[in-house]
């Protein structure tokens, strides 16, 4: 079957826009605030284009947590690789992921806390989840010592969950985030 370049550009285009807005409500309202309606107004589409991309809000949902497993990926490595020594790179992976959930709420919680039609901790996970994990192996799984590094990525992943879930929930206070996480990468940059 032939495809034609410019139907397929402009249908890209239209997905890109639906998340897009999607994700910038949910920045300022909150996902429970993304409706298939709202968006159809706010693009200026009907609601039958949006179901013919996405299956509804769930899906959309998904595709913007895609898009932020790839940014997240891409924030934790940054200045990771030009760390000096393994507790310094984990000490900078921490604040990079703390600094994401900071910065983009809505979208970590699309990622991490909603109900999502994604394929976690799978072998046929999406590609950026399994960038996002890889991004956390690539500093935690050097100083696993007797560990499997991926159970002990895993590990220091849900202690950074915890501490940003907690801490976003006002369960922690945030003025001691720096002294969490200090004691957080003391104890796994040990290894096993």
């Known amino acids: 079957m032939v495809t034609n370049p410019r139907r397929e550009r402009d249908r890209s285009q239209r997905e890109q826009l639906i998340v897009t807005t999607a994700r910038e409500i949910a920045e300022e309202e909150g996902w429970d605030a993304v409706t298939t309606r709202r968006l159809a107004a ?4 009907s609601q039958p284009v949006l179901y013919s991309h ?14 932020g497993c790839t940014e997240m990926a891409a924030d934790m490595r940054k200045g990771a690789g030009a760390a000096e020594g393994s507790r310094d790179a984990l000490l900078r992976l921490a604040e990079n992921y703390f600094d994401f959930a900071d910065r983009k709420p809505a979208l ?5 806390t909603l109900a999502s039609e994604l394929d976690f901790a799978s072998p046929d996970s999406p590609a950026p989840l399994k960038d996002a994990f890889g991004a956390l192996l690539e500093v935690v ?12 990525t895993e590990t220091f992943w849900a202690a950074l969950h915890g501490l940003v879930t907690l801490e976003r929930s006002s369960r922690l206070p945030a003025p001691a985030r720096a002294e969490r996480i200090g ?3 003391d104890r796994f940059a040990v290894g096993g």
């Open 183 to 185: 004691m957080l990468v």
């Open 108 to 112: 970590y919680d699309a990622i991490f």
């Open 141 to 152: 799984g050097p100083v696993s010592g007797e560990y499997d590094p991926g159970l002990y």
């Open 42 to 45: 706010k693009i200026e589409y």
């Open 54 to 67: 996405f299956s509804g809000k769930g899906a959309i949902m998904a595709a913007a947590a895609l898009e």
